[in-house]
């Protein structure tokens, strides 16, 4: 499943069940784009067990305001419409991993 781009009209929707991944990330910023091809690329590896959204904040400023994003990238799993963890910067895909793994259990 490719990754799905969400607006401020379908967030609450999306991420209201299963587990979501939600990178938070804009056109401009450097570390979001090593992280964008390693999200991606985790869509496709885990299409049948976590959906696998962005979010440009450039776009959509009050999604990034209201789930408390101060910087980017940060990527927030979402299971049944609840954040279950963060985090922010480029952490690699073992960092991602991590953070779907959370979900998961």
């Known amino acids: 499943m490719p990754v799905i781009h969400l607006t401020k009209?379908?967030?609450e929707?999306?991420?209201a069940k299963?587990?979501?991944?939600?990178d938070f990330w804009a056109p401009w910023c450097g570390p979001c784009k090593m992280a964008g091809p390693v999200i991606d690329?985790?869509?496709e590896e885990y299409k049948e067990k976590v959906v696998v959204s962005k979010v440009n904040i450039d776009d959509h400023q009050e999604l990034a305001e209201k789930n408390g994003v101060m910087s980017i990238p940060t990527v927030v799993l979402f299971k049944d419409?609840?954040?279950v963890d963060r985090v922010m910067g480029?952490?690699?895909k073992e960092g991602y991993e991590e953070l779907i793994k959370k979900g998961l259990s």
Request: no cysteine; aromatic share 10%.
């Open 81 to 83: 419409g609840k954040e």
């Open 41 to 43: 690329e985790m869509a």
């Open 13 to 15: 929707e999306k991420t």
């Open 18 to 22: 299963g587990v979501v991944l939600v």
């Open 9 to 11: 009209d379908d967030f």
């Open 90 to 92: 480029f952490v690699g």
